[in-house]
C-alpha cells in the first residue's frame, strides 16, 4: 500500500505560481510512477503531469507544456507540481497518483492505483 498527501494548493492571481506537493509513505522502498490530474467543477478527472520512478523521464498535457514541471525527490518520497503562469483554466481539484512497482509514467487514469485526497488551486482573473 501507498498513502500520498498532497498539499501547497490555495488562491492565485492569473500570471503567479504554486508549488504543489505529493509526499508517499507506505511501500516506497519500491519503484512507483507519480503523476497529477486535476479535476474541474462539473469535469472528468484530466491528466497533467507524470513522471518515471527515477524521475529521468516526463509527460505533460499539451494545455500545461511550458508553464508547468513536475518533479520528485525519491530520497524525501515526495513529488512536486511547480505551476508557473496560472490561468483561471487552470482552477481545479489537483490530485497525486502513483502505482507501485511500475516505471515509466502513463496519461491513463485507469492505471494507477492510489490516490490522495487533493487539494484546491484556484486561480482568479
Known amino acids: 500500500q501507498v498513502q500520498l498527501v498532497e498539499s501547497g494548493g490555495g488562491l492565485v492571481q492569473a500570471g503567479g505560481s504554486l508549488r504543489l506537493a505529493c509526499a508517499a509513505s507506505g511501500r516506497t522502498d519500491s519503484s512507483y510512477v507519480m503523476a497529477w490530474f486535476r479535476q474541474a467543477p462539473g469535469k472528468e478527472r484530466e491528466f497533467v503531469a507524470a513522471i518515471s520512478a527515477s524521475g529521468g523521464a516526463t509527460l505533460y498535457a499539451d494545455s500545461v507544456k511550458g508553464r508547468f514541471t513536475i518533479s520528485r525527490s525519491n530520497a524525501k518520497s515526495t513529488g512536486y507540481l511547480q505551476m508557473n503562469s496560472l490561468k483561471p483554466e487552470d482552477t481545479a481539484v489537483y490530485y497525486c497518483?502513483?502505482?507501485?512497482?511500475?516505471?515509466?509514467?502513463?496519461?491513463?487514469?485507469?492505471?494507477?492505483?492510489?490516490w490522495g485526497q487533493g487539494t484546491q488551486v484556484t486561480v482568479s482573473s
Open positions: 497518483g502513483s502505482r507501485k512497482d511500475s516505471y515509466y509514467p502513463t496519461r491513463d487514469l485507469k492505471w494507477y492505483s492510489y
